[in-house]
């Protein structure tokens, strides 16, 4: 049974990461996507400082522990910049339903590594929201075709859905063995490990070149934060394939703002997508 304090971290997963988007939209037409996930993790990781000794201190760091965390730091800052490159040549009201695919490799994943196993009406309810995102891309001049998997914003995203679909499994492991607030702290630094390191090896300059980077950067690292922290949240209490599945209701919202703040068209006939893959949704939470 899902308690109210799960319910209310859910929607502040399903809000929190649309806006991370557009922000990231905003700011990507004048700067690197490796940039901004550099800064991103490091506003993260400066505001968990305060927490480290509380949360980190004292924990068995084994080898295991570490691989896990530096596996999943990687995936995510990876999947981070994809979706940063996708979301600026693309639209968001058809890059965001793509998310809902997620839940498929989640579900293999938590499988294999969790052994977590949905139900029948489960994996209808997955079956669903997939279907949902069909009304969506049809939207596209490409259409539900193989010609759609050649565009470049389309191959970013289902690349980074992959990497954070994977590395959701590894961060229940971590929350398994420690807690979620310290998941939430190696996110962090191990994010912006990574991020650094994609950055000296991509020779980006770090510069900021928009003069409202600091205050979009801020914007996105707090989205990103309360993304994370309530993904791990909800995790700790529910299967991760049915969760990956619930967190496709921020379509929706996605959809919304793309319309709204990007002009993007077709509205109804995505929010009609949106809403089957809510009703795949709703079989998740009541089966």
């Known amino acids: 049974m899902i308690n109210i304090s799960t319910i209310i971290f859910l929607l502040i997963r399903i809000f929190s990461n649309p806006f ?23 506003i993260l990781s400066i505001l968990t400082f305060p927490f480290i000794k509380k949360y980190l201190f004292g924990l068995n760091y084994e080898t295991n522990l570490i691989i896990l965390i530096l596996i999943a730091g990687f995936l995510c800052a990876m999947g981070t910049i994809c979706i940063i490159k996708a979301v600026n040549i693309g639209e968001l009201s058809v890059l965001g339903p793509i998310n809902s695919y997620k839940s498929i490799i989640g579900l293999i994943s938590a499988i294999f590594l969790l052994k977590e196993f949905p139900s029948i009406i489960g994996i209808t309810g997955i079956i669903l929201i997939i279907f949902g995102s069909r009304y969506i891309f049809d939207t596209t001049n490409e259409g539900f075709s193989l010609k759609l998997f050649k565009r470049k914003d389309i191959q970013l995203r289902f690349l980074a859905l992959v990497l954070t679909g994977i590395e959701a499994a590894f961060l229940k492991k971590i929350i398994i063995l420690t807690s979620v607030e310290a998941c939430f702290i190696f996110w962090c630094l191990s ?97």
Do not use: H
């Not at 991370?20 to 490091?42: E, G, T």
């Not at 990574?194 to 980006?204: C, G, N, P, R, T």
């Open 20 to 42: 991370a988007n557009v922000f990231q939209k905003k700011l990507s037409k004048d700067n690197q996507s490796s940039v901004i996930n550099l800064y991103s993790y490091l």
């Open 191 to 287: 994010g912006l490990f990574w991020s650094f390191i994609f950055v000296i090896i991509l020779k980006k300059d770090i510069k900021p070149k928009s003069k409202k980077f600091i205050q979009y950067i801020i914007t996105i690292a707090i989205c990103l934060g309360l993304m994370q922290y309530s993904t791990n949240y909800v995790f700790e209490r529910m299967n991760v394939g049915y969760a990956l599945a619930l967190f496709q209701l921020s379509s929706i919202v996605t959809v919304i703002l793309g319309c709204k703040f990007f002009k993007e068209k077709n509205i109804i006939r995505k929010l009609i997508g949106s809403i089957i893959m809510i009703i795949g949704s709703v079989l998740i939470i009541l089966y």
